[in-house]
């Protein structure tokens, strides 16, 4: 028994990333409250929030797969992600039992990656409109990433910077909601 895959028709692929990009904020921004709450200590609960979410962020790039059309340029710069968010969640598992400054670097390094893929994608969707949010988003990530590898080495590293970054990139995918709903209505 052959199975096919359904693929969304092209008019519906604004409406479902505005819906995914307004889940990501919310989640983004509860997960950064949450996380600022306790990162001065790298306990359990800060350990399990931070591997929640590159695995949040998986579960979204999957998501965006299936509602992407199969002829979508993304597609791959979507399936890069998801296999360097899952393996993020490993490394952020692993570095949690070393310290802050491991769990800056790994972070860091993905941020760097993530952000390189997530500009690609933006500049290849940018026909869909409301990308420009993630293009930024993108670049940001890149540069927050490196200066993340850089703060692993200071004394007062601390894991609220990567609460700030979480919500800021949030804010970006809200952006880019409003500007999908707004694209799709002039459409």
């Known amino acids: 028994m052959a199975t096919q895959t359904s693929i969304a028709p092209a008019a519906a692929v604004p409406t479902a990333l505005r819906k995914l ?3 990501r904020f919310a989640f983004a921004a509860l997960w950064a ?3 600022f709450a306790t990162a001065d200590t790298l306990g359990p609960l800060s350990a399990t929030l931070l ?3 590159p695995l949040f962020d998986v579960a ?4 965006d797969v299936r509602s ?4 979508d340029g993304p597609v791959r710069g979507l399936y890069a992600n998801i296999a360097l968010s899952t393996l993020t969640g490993i490394g952020l598992a692993v570095a ?3 310290g802050i400054p491991a769990v800056l670097r790994v972070w860091g390094l993905w941020a760097v990656t993530a952000g390189l893929v997530q500009l690609i994608v933006g500049v290849v969707r940018r026909q869909l409109g409301g990308q420009w949010a993630m293009i930024a988003s993108g670049a940001i990530s890149t ?3 490196a200066s993340f590898v850089a703060q692993a080495s200071k004394d007062d590293a601390s894991l609220s910077n990567l609460a700030g970054y979480a ?3 949030g804010v970006f995918f809200l952006v880019s909601a409003l500007r999908l709903k707004r694209t799709d209505r002039q459409a």
């Open 167 to 169: 919500f800021l990139g």
């Open 68 to 71: 992407a059309r199969a002829n």
């Open 51 to 53: 591997v929640l979410y």
């Open 143 to 145: 540069l927050a990433g």
């Open 96 to 98: 949690a039992t070393s």
């Open 33 to 35: 409250a949450a996380l």
């Open 21 to 23: 990009y307004l889940l």
């Open 60 to 63: 979204c790039a999957v998501v």
